[in-house]
């Protein structure tokens, strides 16, 4: 895998990066398979399966928003697998070679799930680190669109303060901000495709209107140093113990 200048110089003035076909059409069938396994409850995942869309929508599915993290805990496989392999050699390429991945996690809308993942930078769900290096990659395994949630980012939103954050629903869940679709663009993309966000990147996905899956693998990277100061403090992304990192923490922004 390689960058260009010019695709290295997109992702810092804007703070996402489209990388097309990180993997195969036959890859992403494989990755489809085990996916399915996870959304299933042949792989059970515990308390590490949770609904990202809790409190925010109505739908006649297990969840609004199903968010699975750690899916490499339970199929350790993939960590030698090409998207894993290949999208840290990307993260490399963005943002140094000391990146190593943080976490790993799946966030599916099932069909007519219809509920928006609300607008956040995922800095506000993290503890303050000194080294703000930290990219989110967004692989769609089925085709994105805007109507069944591909993503939408607020270009150039990293590079300004993150915004003050609060809970979406009304009994904790999700994190969002203010933030409108008039400020960002749609990102749509094929099965195998994705998207590389910055840590500080505004962004949001509207519901699944459709009557398909929109099944996402998300790899989150950061510098090997500030995965150990989260750990050392105690902050893991829900491996322990389930979506309990979940906090508002405009507390810690500086
Ligand atoms: O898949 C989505 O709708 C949201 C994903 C997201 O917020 C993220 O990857 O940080």
């Not at 990755?31 to 308390?47: E, K, M």
């Not at 599915?61 to 090409?82: H, K």
């Not at 089925?142 to 939408?152: H, I, K, L, P, S």
Request: glycine share 8%.
């Amino acid at each position: 895998m390689s960058l260009t200048p010019e695709q290295i110089s997109f992702w810092e003035t804007n703070g996402y990066l489209i990388v097309p076909n990180i993997i195969t059409t036959e890859e992403a069938e494989t990755y489809r398979r085990i996916y399915d396994q996870f959304l299933d409850n042949t792989i059970d995942t515990g308390a590490n399966r949770s609904d990202l869309g809790a409190g925010l929508g109505d739908s006649k599915a297990r969840e609004n928003i199903t968010q699975i993290m750690w899916p490499s805990d339970f199929v350790p496989e993939v960590l030698s697998m090409p998207y894993h392999q290949k999208a840290l050699t990307i993260a490399r390429l963005l943002m140094g070679e000391d990146i190593a991945m943080d976490f790993d996690m799946l966030i599916n809308k099932a069909p007519f799930t219809n509920t928006p993942t609300p607008w956040h930078q995922d800095a506000a769900y993290w503890i303050d680190m000194p080294d703000k290096r930290a990219a989110s990659c967004w692989l769609a395994l089925d085709e994105a669109t805007v109507d069944n949630g591909c993503m939408w980012y607020v270009p150039a939103s990293h590079l300004k303060p993150v915004r003050p954050h609060h809970f979406a629903g009304k009994q904790g869940g999700a994190l969002t901000c203010d933030a409108y679709e008039a400020e960002g663009v749609a990102v749509e993309l094929p099965a195998g495709s994705c998207v590389f966000h910055h840590g500080g990147t505004l962004h949001y996905s509207r519901g699944n209107s459709t009557g398909s899956q929109r099944r996402a693998f998300i790899v989150n990277f950061r510098p090997q140093a500030m995965i150990e100061l989260e750990r050392q403090k105690g902050f893991d992304h829900g491996r322990s113990g389930g979506a309990t990192d979940r906090k508002v923490r405009n507390e810690d922004f500086k």
